[in-house]
């Protein structure tokens, strides 16, 4: 069976505790993974977190970033070295899909996805760090139009802690290499793959091995990676987001409640955004904190809802190799039969009704032998006072909520991505004035449709390097 | 059959009948009114029958039901008293206690006995007699930190303790207090670095795998190491205790000094371990203080079932003292059953760890 290593500062270290994942329909394994131990990790990062900077730092940024651009199409297109052998792009895609639900077809796409970021990422890093030169974060201080600038990182390693659900999250730490920062990477139980494929491609294409460290393990490893690195990125539900709010060192990727908002002035023409909210449900199988799932306005709600439901209602499961699968599998076991039946209880509400369970024969719930699967929910909300109107599960699920636009902004909480359709500049003036909101983008944009020249949920350059004053006597 | 076999199950025969006659000799101590202790006299008249009569060798304990520790909640605590030591000083040791009554357990001489049969696995030159120790583990009304202390008096020492109150690192834990629940290791580092610097020719240690790390992590930021402030043997106990921990401590942390593994509770004495290392990867089996306590590995959905060797099953403990009689009591625990071995002919466990249906409830590696 093929043997994830933990890679200590790249070099492989097998552990005496191991974890298989397993193929999510049939059962069988697919691989055993060495689980670390925190010390291991307090260990490393304490013995080599500065060695991982100071190793990157040797190498000018530009190069660097050649570097990981070549690492994106090895990454796509190469065999890499994995277990006793090596890992076909394809394998790749066919043990991702197996392990984490996801349907072949959109593993191929997040892997593009992830090559595109690379491909792209002196672009994205010129936006980010709004056109700096390199060479001053490098070393510390530079003069730019005549103005002294100092930035000075705030860590030497970048640590993260990842999920399972969503591969198209890696292109969040795809910018750090570059960035001469080393990386620390604790992967989802049940994706460790695109980590060690690109921390592989990574090491073909130049980068050094002692920046990059991979700890699988559960929660406790977790932990010892946020423990242990001044700066991390952490991805979890509610409840991790509101434990680790208020932590400067600690940027939380939770749920993200991503809306699209009808505005008064385009709403009687809502037939037009079908497609739009049908993509921004659906995309990904639902599964990023990008997907849409709540579909706001003060009125029609009822004709979207039905709308919606008449689209995605029907889709069913399909094996995951079919082009045509849009649905992924829950891996976790019980996991599915908790979340339908947290449904069923916000469903007891007066209120709310599940638009979508008249294209269900059987309910939304679709236990297999191995995985389970819930099929596309439009959920109607009569108010925002329901507590439905509140939900988000990793599954096409949207709720249509009634309400009106001068309360709307404030009943929608906490927003990672509002597609606004208004023309009305009051509206629009009001959306970006709303600090619940943190990508916005007004007009018929999907709101999976990310420009990757933006930050996501904050900086990650300003999160890594602190501007400060600095003089230097001539 | 090999020699090396037959001379295990020759001993292992002795055992078992050793083990027989002891159960006939406890059964008469604590079923004899006047020996035995209230809690069980009540128990055996309203059970309506007579241990003493039935009960002729471990096997017919299953007679017994399950000890439930809930038992051990409240008072009055003499109930657990022996009629025959009740006028011997007595304390009571606790357990959980975080929310709620805790757990009382009664000792008189148990710890220090069940801590002196410890001390004959002790290798004497990794365990100096005569030198002292540092008690790293938690204070307050458990047994540990008196058993430790009386270990190193055993063997000569005076023994060095630090401050630790588990319930208050539980507390932290589950209020997501991770901020304090750090300075509170801190705060207990600092008290066991302060007592290695300051000349007591401390050799000996016992600790958790937590504490040991963060022990050896501060050292190492201090320019300093384990090995340096002359520790020699270290015992360390506790589900976290695996073979990979194990494994990462001797390369990584002890730099050639002795650790040995033990697992144990307020309800039994302290299971040791033949020594284990990269000849049998690290595999940690304990083997309890027989016949003072035996351990077995039952069918998790038959308690009254012995899995085979090699399989895995739930821990059930039998503490068979003078002082505590605890029959089959399943243990929070799981592990795979081992074979009789040489220098503990009777069956053994490995690879404990929390009992998997329950793990989710139980709060593990405090300190």
């Keep these: 069976m093929i043997h994830f290593p933990v890679l200590r500062w790249g070099e492989p270290y097998q552990s005496l505790e191991t974890t298989e994942v397993r193929h999510f329909s049939t059962g069988e394994p697919v691989a055993e993974v060495s689980q670390a131990n925190p010390g291991i990790v307090a260990r490393d990062l304490r013995k080599g977190s500065e060695r991982a900077r100071d190793a990157l730092r040797e190498i000018p940024c530009a190069d660097l970033l050649e570097m990981v651009k070549k690492g994106g199409e090895l990454f796509k297109t190469a065999d890499l070295p994995f277990g006793d052998g090596v890992q076909t792009p394809d394998d790749f895609v066919r043990q991702q899909s197996a392990t984490t639900g996801l349907p072949e077809h959109m593993c191929r796409m997040n892997m593009g996805k992830l090559e595109y970021v690379l491909s792209h990422l002196d672009e994205v890093l010129t936006s980010l760090t709004r056109k700096l030169d390199y060479d001053i974060l490098t070393r510390g201080y530079g003069e730019e139009d005549g103005v002294m600038r100092s930035y000075q990182a705030t860590c030497p390693v970048l640590g993260m802690v990842l999920p399972s659900n969503s591969p198209g999250v890696h292109s969040l730490w795809l910018p750090i290499i570059p960035l001469q920062i080393g990386l620390v990477l604790k992967p989802g139980p049940q994706e460790p793959w695109t980590p060690w494929r690109m921390a592989q491609a990574f090491f073909q294409a130049g980068i050094p091995k002692e920046a990059i460290a991979l700890y699988p393990g559960m929660g406790e490893v977790g932990a010892a990676v946020l423990n242990n690195t001044q700066r991390s990125l952490i991805f979890g539900g509610t409840a991790t987001v509101e434990q680790y709010a208020g932590n400067a060192g600690v940027q939380v990727h939770g749920p993200g409640f991503s809306k699209i908002l009808l505005g008064d002035d385009v709403v009687d023409n809502w037939e037009q955004y079908v497609d739009l909210m049908v993509d921004s449900v659906l995309t990904n199988s639902g599964r990023g904190c990008i997907n849409c799932s709540g579909i706001w306005a003060s009125r029609h709600t009822r004709e979207i809802a039905q709308a919606v439901a008449e689209r995605i209602g029907p889709i069913a499961p399909l094996p995951p190799e079919n082009p045509e699968a849009a649905l992924a599998a829950f891996t976790v076991p019980g996991q599915a039969t908790a979340i339908s039946g947290d449904i069923d209880n916000a469903l007891k509400e007066d209120g709310v009704e599940e638009v979508s369970a008249q294209f269900q024969d059987g309910g939304r719930l679709v236990n297999q032998e191995h995985c389970d699967y819930i099929r596309p929910t439009v959920m109607h909300c009569a108010s925002p006072e329901v507590a439905m109107s509140k939900k988000e599960y990793m599954y096409p699920f949207v709720t249509v909520v009634e309400c009106p636009q001068d309360q709307m902004i404030k009943a929608i909480g906490a927003t990672l991505v509002a597609t606004g359709l208004t023309e009305d500049p009051a509206f629009t003036r009001s959306l970006l004035d709303a600090r619940n909101i943190d990508r916005l983008n007004i007009g018929p944009v999907p709101t999976i449709k990310l420009n990757w020249l933006q930050p996501h949920e904050g900086n990650i350059v300003d999160f890594l390097f602190r501007p400060r004053a600095f003089q230097r006597a001539g | ?367």
């Design chain 2, 1 to 367: 059959m090999s020699t090396e076999n037959a001379v295990t199950d020759g001993k292992a025969n002795d055992a078992r009948t050793d083990l027989d006659a002891w159960v006939r000799e406890i059964i008469e101590w604590h079923f004899n009114p006047d020996t035995g202790c209230p809690f069980w006299l009540d128990w055996a008249e309203k059970a309506g029958w007579d241990p003493r009569q039935e009960v002729g060798g471990f096997d017919d304990l299953r007679k017994f039901p399950h000890f439930e520790d809930e038992w051990l909640r409240g008072g009055p605590v003499r109930r657990w008293v022996p009629t025959a030591y009740a006028d011997r000083p007595t304390f009571v040791f606790e357990t959980g206690g975080t929310t709620g009554i805790p757990k009382s357990r009664v000792a008189q001489e148990d710890f220090r006995i069940d801590y002196e049969l410890f001390s004959d696995t002790l290798p004497e030159d990794r365990f100096p007699r005569g030198s002292n120790w540092l008690m790293l583990g938690p204070s307050g009304p458990r047994r540990l930190r008196l058993a430790v202390e009386h270990l190193a008096q055993h063997r000569g020492g005076i023994c060095f303790c630090v401050d630790l109150d588990p319930r208050w690192v539980i507390k932290l834990i589950k209020k997501g207090w991770h901020e304090h629940l750090k300075a509170y290791q801190d705060h207990v580092i600092d008290q066991a670095v302060t007592v290695l610097s300051a000349g007591h020719d401390i050799k000996c240690m016992f600790s958790t795998p937590k504490l040991l790390e963060a022990l050896a992590n501060r050292l190492e930021e201090n320019g300093s190491s384990l090995k340096e402030t002359g520790i020699q043997g270290i015992f360390a106990g506790g589900t976290e205790f695996t073979p990979q921990w194990n494994r990462f401590a001797h390369e990584e942390l002890l730099d050639g000094i002795y650790m040995t593994p033990t697992y144990g509770n307020t309800l039994m004495g302290l299971a040791a371990s033949p020594p284990s290392g990269p000849e049998n990867g690290y595999k940690i089996t304990y083997y309890a203080p027989q016949p003072r306590a035996v351990i077995q590995v039952v069918d998790p959905d038959d308690a009254e079932k012995v899995v085979g060797y090699g399989e895995t099953g739930r821990v059930m403990l039998t503490t068979l003292t003078k002082e505590f009689f605890v029959p089959r009591f399943q243990e929070r625990d799981e592990g795979e059953r081992e074979p009789p071995c040489e220098q503990y002919p009777w069956d053994g466990v490995s690879g404990v760890r929390p009992f998997s249906r329950l793990a989710s409830a139980t709060t593990v590696g405090v300190y």
